[in-house]
């Protein structure tokens, strides 16, 4: 039966069949459906994993082998880093890399090929993954690694679904003494303040600052930097040795309703950003967190979603060149005093040099913001995407919900590279969503007029 389907931004919403499998019997048979797209724990805030028939993977979810010398772990598509991390933490490990949420799957962390605090240091999640099965539109189960099957391989990791289903995976972990943070505070007055703090805690494992995206004058972009490492046995107080390895808490809050959309409004928003600034009364703090507030904070709030109302909201992220970051940011930020609602979460971190053949990294500064959405704000982010472009920068395909597709096709220079491949395992569009056809990803008629060839280059 079809009914209205939506992601985490409750925007857009599509109308859909949702079906489930546990064996690859049942998936099998599913994919004589005349189009499909996998989708997870519905984490991703747009239309990446909507589409007219979607197959869930969260039925399809065991842990197959977690080797605690060596610390690899493997398990089908559909479990949750949350369900992992109950079970590795108490052992001595930890997530390579984790994004804001524990709540998505691992088949959907390698479609994002997701990033987290430490990607300067770490890269992304993909760089410490081993090897996976994947399903693909003939039928055929591919195991595909950095060195066998690797066109497969690289085009899959965020390659947003569209090269087939990811049944199994096989990554490192990472050693941890205990499940404890070392965290430090630093307030920033502006925008060159956080950056001069990012490059000067470089080595620093984990990094990223909320940003006052509101703020005018000379104190524009004025942030808190939070940063953090793992902390040892001898860093906790007496009554943390017992739970030195402790995992997460399962107690939550809920946003019951959603909020009414006027709760949202420039004079609320900035009336946020002037509390938590000033609630860090001192310039520095340092403390001994959970990791749990500290990698997941909002994950507390079951429903936090619903908080920007009805209509949903728009989670707009972007990247720019290490050498753009600075004055793009501000030309950014201004716009967005101009447009007049700024976000009450703004994150902005920094991204070492990437690797990765088709994914969102570059080395540079990357900003998210939640926007309600409300009448003019698309024309507005339209606005912003051609800036993003023209500072060489592009946008996140697993926070997009609306950008056209020449801002896809020009923002990613390997997307020409990374289409003939996917084509290769996915020959009649047998996955699509609706991002790419959004994106004439997978209604091809126009898709060579956006490509900037002279960016163009094969990997393989």
Same mark, same amino acid.
């Given at each position: 039966? *079809? =009914? ?15 079906? !489930? ?21 519905? =984490? ?50 930890f997530l390579p890399v984790s994004p804001g &949420?524990?709540? +998505? &799957? ?12 430490? #990607? ?7 760089? !410490? ?15 595909? &690694? @950095? ?6 391989? #690289? ?9 087939? +289903? ?7 972990? $990472?050693?941890?003494?205990?499940? /404890? ?5 630093? $307030?920033?007055?502006? %925008? ?31 942030? +808190? ?13 007496q009554s943390h040795i017992a739970t030195a ?5 399962? $107690? ?85 005093? =101009? ?37 003019? %704000?698309?024309?507005? %982010? ?8 023209? /500072? ?20 990613? @220079? ?27 990803i997978t209604v091809p008629a126009n898709k *060579?007029?956006?490509?900037?060839? &002279?960016?163009?280059?094969? #990997?393989?």
């Amino acid at each position: 039966m *079809k =009914r209205k389907i939506t992601n985490w931004g409750n925007y857009p919403a599509v109308e859909s069949e949702l079906y !489930h499998f546990r064996t690859e019997e049942e998936l099998k048979k599913l994919i004589g459906l005349p189009s499909v797209i996998a989708r997870g724990n519905g =984490r991703c805030y747009g239309d990446s994993s909507l589409a007219p028939f979607i197959l869930s993977t969260l039925h399809f979810n065991k842990a197959l082998s977690f080797d605690m010398e060596s610390g690899i772990f493997e398990c089908e598509g559909g479990m949750l880093l949350d369900d992992i991390l109950q079970i590795i933490v108490p052992k001595g490990w930890f997530l390579p890399v984790s994004p804001g &949420t524990k709540y +998505i &799957t691992v088949g959907g962390a390698i479609a994002s090929n997701i990033h987290g605090k430490n #990607h300067h240091i770490d890269g992304t999640f993909c760089r !410490h993954l081993i090897e996976m099965d994947v399903l693909t539109a003939d039928g055929n189960i591919y195991t595909c &690694t @950095p060195y066998q099957q690797s066109d497969l391989f #690289h085009a899959t990791c965020g390659g947003m679904g569209l090269t087939g +289903i990811i049944l199994r995976a096989k990554f490192y972990l $990472k050693r941890i003494e205990t499940s /404890y943070i070392k965290q430090t505070q630093i $307030k920033a007055r502006d %925008l060159f303040e956080i950056l001069d703090l990012f490059e000067t805690y470089r080595s620093q494992p984990y990094t990223m600052a909320w940003i006052d995206c509101l703020k005018q004058g000379k104190h524009v972009g004025r942030s +808190i930097m939070m940063m953090g490492e793992t902390a040892t046995r001898e860093h906790l107080k007496q009554s943390h040795i017992a739970t030195a390895l402790g995992v997460h808490p399962q $107690k939550h809050i809920s946003f019951p309703v959603n909020m009414p959309s006027f709760v949202l409004n420039p004079f609320s928003v900035r009336a946020f950003n002037q509390v938590f600034y000033m609630k860090n009364w001192k310039k520095e703090i340092h403390n001994i967190v959970h990791y749990d507030p500290f990698f997941y904070p909002l994950d507390k709030i079951l429903h936090w979603n619903r908080g920007y109302g009805k209509k949903g909201f728009i989670q707009y992220q972007f990247v720019l060149p290490i050498e753009n970051s600075k004055i793009g940011l501000i030309d950014i930020l201004k716009r967005i005093n =101009r447009y007049g609602i700024g976000s009450f979460l703004a994150v902005l971190k920094l991204f070492g040099k990437d690797e990765s053949f088709f994914s969102f990294p570059m080395e540079g500064y990357t900003l998210a913001l939640d926007f309600p959405m409300k009448q003019g %704000l698309l024309p507005f %982010l339209d606005e912003l995407d051609q800036v993003v472009l023209d /500072y060489g920068g592009r946008l996140y395909l697993t926070k997009d919900a609306r950008m056209k597709p020449e801002i896809f096709w020009k923002g990613y @220079p390997n997307a020409e590279s990374w289409y003939e491949i996917m084509i290769k395992y996915n020959k009649s569009y047998k996955f699509r969503s609706s991002q790419s056809d959004r994106l004439e990803i997978t209604v091809p008629a126009n898709k *060579k007029n956006y490509a900037n060839s &002279t960016h163009i280059r094969s #990997h393989f």
